[in-house]
């Protein structure tokens, strides 16, 4: 079975920044990306129509029977048998939606498919906010597929356990020592080589990438999804790190969405609550301006490669594009563009060339090649979002 993920145009546009570096199949929510979630479902082989600059990274393959699949589509059991079940010519729709279809090849502008009606429930991911706020129901889904049948590791009898044992699951070489897990309102998923350190409270839902650290004395509320390779301390609450990031000091994060490759320094906070409890508005690249989310709580949106100084202060509903680099005292806007270096006082164009080398030396730290590939993907990014920086 071969599985072609596709994006659709608005909604490519809506989950930027984070899709300016990948496509939305990549992006994380629950326990893994929707990419992994659809391999897990159907053991098929997968790849992704994209934008073109996207495509030397993140290529298509196509096959005589292919199966296209909405990138930010969650799949579940009915739904994957419904695109199964799916004849070539036939595409599957829902409320207006087009969710998948069976062709030999891209489905062209106006070209007609069978349509056949899909009834059942299922969960479609349209905006950034969204990796956050359905957190919760999808990493509990996750949970359960991921460890049905499967027998939980040993705990250490240092943990103290809040709530039902059977939540908590370990994969081999996690380690968790004298840290409290509270499972009343949610798993607790370790995966391999992962630990949480002593001192650490975390209610679930909760759920820690491979060779990922919870630092000593953190404090962590569900739901909350730290990626692959991050260190992370201090106080976070419903937030999703992508993977390859740190916020490994104390500070607040809070209904958040941190991508890969991004540190937070030391004692950096985010609002996640306007003053006035006001819905809180977030920038649209589409728009040009900020859309209502229609959220009480939402914080901070940081693309890939962008990083903070120390004590980084950030108003509720900001949005940092694309390898920024904030730092300085004060509130900076809610709205930094990518590849911008400055903070409350003011930015310039943080040029590709300290940029590249920056990224380069933070590969090299996790034994990584910042190549050619990564360098040309950023490069478009730096020219697509130039507009901005002028802002």
Known sequence: MNIVFFDRADIRENMLPFT????????????????????????????????????????AHFTDDNYFVAGTLIP?????????????????????????????KPLKENEHTERVEFSGAYMYLKNPWELFSKNADILKADFAGITQGRLFQPLSNTVQVIGPREAIFLEEGAVAEACTFNTTHGPIYLAADSEVMEGSLIRGPFALGEHSQVKMGAKIYGATTFGPHCKVGGEVNNSVIFGYSNKAHDGFLGNSVIGEWCNLGADSNNSNLKNNYAPVKLWHYGKKGFVNTGLQFCGLMMGDHSKCGIN??????????????????????????????GGASGFTEYKTREAFATAKLVFERRNLQFDE?????????????????NV
């Open 76 to 104: 579940n059991t009915a739904l994957v048998d419904a695109i199964l079940q799916l004849k070539t010519g036939e595409s599957l729709w829902a409320n207006h939606e087009l969710l998948a279809y069976r062709l030999s």
């Open 20 to 59: 300016f570096t990948k496509p939305g199949a990549e992006l994380r929510v629950g326990i893994d990306t929707f990419t992994e979630k659809w391999k897990r479902f159907t053991k098929a082989e997968v790849s992704f129509l994209t934008e073109e600059y996207l495509s030397i990274k993140y290529k």
């Open 373 to 389: 590939t990564e360098q040309e993907i950023l490069q478009h990014v730096f020219n697509l979002t130039s507009e901005f920086r």
């Open 312 to 341: 980084t202060m950030f108003n509720t509903g900001t949005v940092v594009g694309v390898s920024a680099n904030i730092f300085g005292s004060g509130f900076p806007r809610n709205f930094i563009p990518s590849f911008s270096w």
